[in-house]
């Protein structure tokens, strides 16, 4: 038997997962769905003529799910902030591995999926119902002002916005899927109040960032201005007539923009393994 | 089956256990006594793996518990005294949670259940404490893994669970089982223990088969003054003088736990000299 991965075993940790919080799950995603009615009716009372814009779809969708996830990461591995909760799910014959495993099926994928559907299922019926709405007006229909809203695939480029060749949105699944194993992250490392605990130490590690680039890197660089992006800067000189720049070469950009994307996420997942690993009762 | 040697523990600056040594065998079901705040379910978490030594190593079936590794969990079951079962139905917890231990036997599990008199259609939050502690028994028992942890089982339980309970123990063991049963309630385990170990202050004060107990002292209600002064230990009670003697014509006494218990937190080394003989 494998001590760090066997696929049927996690198969049983998988399924004792949903029996013990399928309920749970049930009446949270019914939340979900009717905050987002709620929500959806709400923009359709304020603008009835275009409630729901490219833009609104969107940003519903994203923000929605960074809140939604990311309060659902941080309370993933809350039974471990219990002793009796942490003995038993520490004791389950299964590896840390697998146990984390089940943590980014459920939080990850599992509810990506799952909060796409309600998104798409609300943003499908409440647009039918804006769009019955408009054609129930014979007078609009007469003069051939009936504005058909459309469901926007917030997959693909909106707003015409484009940022070096990457398309906006994935800049915002990255961001959000980045984010999110942080907060499960936090749920490991902090027994109680980990969603307000990690949005303190993100907040902390963000002015951190601000304050390096602001003042250390202001301070060891001469007179001058970051220049599109953090890998070329452009340098002040009274009197001169061209601005000189310093440019740091085009890979070492490439390398850290996927770095910055890409790498956070292995180690948060490593550093939530590890803190498993190490977890006592 | 568990080797402890020289386990150091401490919670951040409160010392457990400095030096603690201790072996355990299979067959047996070893009680773990001592008074409350002494170290006894640190022990057992230091065995499952909940809690990392200090210093010193745990060895439990050739595995380092701190390690949780799957087949290490397999053969080690903890009913701690704080329990925590999710609220599913115990048929939900049969298909689900069972198939983690490979030696499950549900007809045993049944057995455990209709003894123990349980509601089968009732979910974990709708049982008692009681109710709730004996289904984590009976399932830790249907488990059959080889080393059995019980933090004060029988707190919570109504004497004809105590009843039941030492019944249902008694008919559990096997040569490859190892239950360790910790409590300071030490009435509750007369007759179901075979060796007791008493912990106090991170160290083993006392560690002996009741088979060696029984040969080595004998227990009795004793009226004869001269007989008391000169006992090993006394203590006045309702029915006389309930005395602990060095057995030395090879008379046999029945065993009286909490006077044994008594007497060696209290009396320690007259104790310790009839077994250093």
Redesign the interface.
Known sequence: ?N?VF?FK?WL?LV??HW??NSKKYTLSLAAMLALMVIWYSFVLLLEPRNPYPEEMQVATYYIGMAIAGCLYASLFFADLS???????F???????F?KLLTGLFYAVILFFVCYTLIFYLVDFIMISIANGIESSSEARRQAGLIYEKRMFNVFTQPLGYNHGGTPLYLYFLVIYFNVQSAFLLGSVYFPSYSFIKTCIVLLLLFLFGVLLIGTVLNGLLPDGWFHQGLFSYAIYEEGATEVRGVRLPDWVGVVSKYLAMYGFLPIFWTATYFRL??K?? | MIDIQNLHFAYKKKKVFTGLSLKLQPGHIYGLLGKNGTGKSTLL?NI?????PDQGKINVLNYTPGE????F??E???V?E???????PLE?LL???A???PRFDREQFERYITEFEIPRDNSFLRMSYGQKKKVLISFGLASNAAVLLMDEPTNGLDIMSKSQFRKVMAGSLDDNKCIIISTHQVKDLENLIDRITIIDQGHILFDQTIEAITRKLSFRISFDSEEVRDALYSESSLRGNAIITANTEGEESKLDLELLYKAIILKRESIESVFNR
């Open positions: 038997m001590q066997d075993r049983l399924g004792k029996s013990e219990s002793g009796p909760r942490a003995m038993h520490l004791s389950v014959p299964a590896s840390h697998e690993k190490e006592e009762v | 978490r499952a793996g909940m809690l990392f949780r590794k799957p087949a969990l397999q080690v079951f903890m701690p704080e329990l925590y079962f999710p609220d599913i939900q298909k689900y949670y198939p983690f231990y």
